[in-house]
């Protein structure tokens, strides 16, 4: 027997367009199971008899929490270290040799989930520019409960996927006693980062401007009206002679008209 009522069709759809509403997610009907297997727990912790009651408890506003939650659940969050290498490649090869000397360079990253891409930036910036120089990172994601782990920046060694030994050895301190098995982030990095609820469906808050904006790996959930708007709120953080990255299976073509090609997944703001 299920643990947790069936949904229907018409259930599923009043899911689409709530999720597409508050994250401009279109969660295309083969994520049905995945709805299912996600927030019918949710129906068992607030004792509701179904797919529809939990739609009409987050949807009226009266519990932020639980559609926060909702949120939480809905929103994929696979990452890992150095992702994509070629863009950190960049970097350093093209990115930082170009920053005057003495000045801070300031990175945001649009969807940060887990953490994962923010010390991957974290120890390549500290590699070429120093743990002492002066640089930031500002990490951004609708998930309030990815970003709690990205704060802690504590994560188990198996999930070391991608991280070169040597940045583990240098930028890592392995848990002891209770803590054996994980690792965190140095503070001398960490002191470098900050972390912020976004919704990048909404107007943003001043969060002044930035270097170098990454939005990877979010935009193939946005439909093309969505990915516009994302994208036109972001560029107006981003500095004259800035770049914008994407994700290896993302284009801004069509989307956005400001921003120039450099390669595929690399766009600059002109001076």
Known sequence: MLDHPSITDAEFAQFQRLIYQIAGISLADSKKVLLVGRLGKRLTALSLPSFG????????????????????????????????????????????????????????????????????????????????????????????????????????????RGLPKEYLRKYCLKGVRTQEGSFIIDPSLRRHTRFMQINLNTTLPDLGKFHVIFLRNVMIYFDNDTKRKVVARMVEKLRPGGYFIVGHSESLNGINETLKTVKPTIYRLPN
């Open 53 to 160: 009651a939990y739609y009409k408890h987050v949807a009226n506003g009266n519990d932020p929490h639980e559609r926060q939650t909702m949120v939480d659940l809905l929103t994929t969050n696979e990452t890992y270290f150095f992702r994509e290498e070629a863009h950190f490649d960049f970097l350093r090869q093209v990115v930082i040799p170009q920053h005057p000397a003495g000045q801070s360079l300031d990175i945001w990253s649009g969807a940060s989930s887990t953490g994962e891409e923010i010390y991957t930036l974290s120890m390549v910036l500290a590699d070429e520019l120093g743990a002492d120089a002066q640089w930031s990172i500002l990490g951004s994601d609708i998930s309030t409960h990815v970003l709690g782990i990205a704060q802690r920046g504590q994560y188990w060694l198996d999930r070391t």
